[in-house]
């Protein structure tokens, strides 16, 4: 089972930036594709962004693109979110989720698609 311990949430002015990091544990983390989640209140989950084990590709939600940014550091078994020019609508807990697999340039997309999931961190967006 991997465990994923995510940092960096926090409350932000509108039009502002966080960085959230996650590092998984108990598995090669160079083996991983990964990807961020988001869920606000009364509403599903949503995917985010991801990036692949080989960190070669990634695809971003067309809510958050051009604003946020995935990037991943293999030495540091860290995968980090870039969140800038923050809206309130981008109020959500995020979520860190991976996927162990072979295909060194998938970045999956879909819930169904991720076998760990990290605890979440709180993201607010004032006005």
Known sequence: QVQLVESG?????????LRLSC???GRTFSSFAMGWFRQAPGKDR???IGISRNGGE???ADSVKGRF???RDNAENTVNLQMNSLKPEDTAVYYCAVRATSWR???PTSLT???SWGQ???VTVSS
């Open 46 to 48: 949503e995917f985010v």
């Open 113 to 115: 698609d991720f076998s």
């Open 105 to 107: 340039s998938w970045v």
């Open 9 to 17: 949430g926090g409350l932000v002015q509108a039009g502002g930036s």
């Open 23 to 25: 590092a998984p544990s």
């Open 69 to 71: 940014t995935i990037s």
């Open 120 to 122: 979440g961190t709180q």
């Open 58 to 60: 990634t695809y971003t």
